[in-house]
Antibody
Framework: QVTLKESGPALVKPTETLTLTCVFT??????????VSWIRQPPGKGLEWLAR???????FYGTSLKTRLTISKDTSRNQVVLTMTNMDPVDTATYYC?????????????WGQGTAVTVSA | DILLTQSPNSLSASIGDRVTITCRAS??????LNWYQQKPGKSPKLLIF???TLQSGVPSRFSGSGSETDFALTITGLQPEDFASYYC?????????FGQGTKLEIK
């Protein structure tokens, strides 16, 4: 069974750095073609793709946030970590990680439950 | 970045209706277009990938069509559990983007 689960602080202060961890089971990020992305959703709003890391350690970032984001993986521990610097109240959102296997043609076939992050002093 | 524009933003329909949500891309994306359903407080769920391929386990009343810049998600015979928000997403480029979403409400 494939699962992903996000974790991180529920509350961060403005200007702080957010670190989120995605722990997954049922697949390996060393499998050819496998990818894991981070996606966020502000309260009552739509989805925004943030970043992606691939099985070969290629990394991609959303245009508007790329200077603030770093994505990394620990294949042996089945984890993907996202850091976002200089947090602002507009970054308040639910943050999801999601899987893209090669056969999914770039779609996100399995999502985590999400972790809610509030940015407030 | 590729902009995806969904239409309409919201839609009211009745049980048993046939509804269509469209998604237009700002440039050609072949068939690299995917559709998701999201219910309040839940994670998005993949319905359709590669424009028209039904994800395993998704009811056959959902169907997708289109290519290049114009795509559609059709639900034939609305069920109570289909009232939700729907998002399109392009995977043509390395930087994925989503449509703004369509909220399907019961009439």
């Amino acid at each position: 069974q494939v699962t992903l689960k996000e974790s991180g602080p529920a509350l961060v202060k403005p200007t702080e750095t957010l670190t989120l961890t995605c722990v997954f089971t049922g697949f390996s990020l060393s499998t050819t073609g496998m990818r894991v992305s981070w996606i966020r959703q502000p309260p009552g709003k739509g989805l925004e793709w943030l970043a992606r890391i691939d099985w070969n350690d290629d990394k991609f970032y959303g245009t508007s946030l790329k200077t603030r984001l770093t994505i990394s993986k620990d294949t042996s521990r089945n984890q993907v970590v996202l850091t976002m610097t200089n947090m602002d109240p507009v970054d308040t959102a639910t943050y999801y990680c999601a899987r893209t296997p090669l056969a999914a043609r770039g779609s996100f076939d399995i999502w985590g439950q999400g972790t809610a992050v509030t940015v407030s002093a | 970045d590729i902009l995806l524009t969904q239409s309409p933003n919201s839609l009211s329909a009745s049980i048993g209706d046939r509804v269509t949500i469209t998604c237009r891309a700002s440039q050609t994306i072949s068939v690299y277009l995917n559709w998701y359903q999201q219910k309040p407080g839940k994670s998005p769920k993949l319905l359709i990938f590669a424009a028209s391929t039904l994800q395993s386990g998704v009811p056959s009343r959902f169907s997708g069509s289109g290519s290049e810049t114009d795509f559609a998600l059709t639900i034939t015979g609305l069920q109570p559990e289909d009232f939700a928000s729907y998002y399109c997403q392009q995977s043509f480029t390395s930087r994925a983007t989503f449509g703004q979403g369509t909220k399907l409400e019961i009439k």
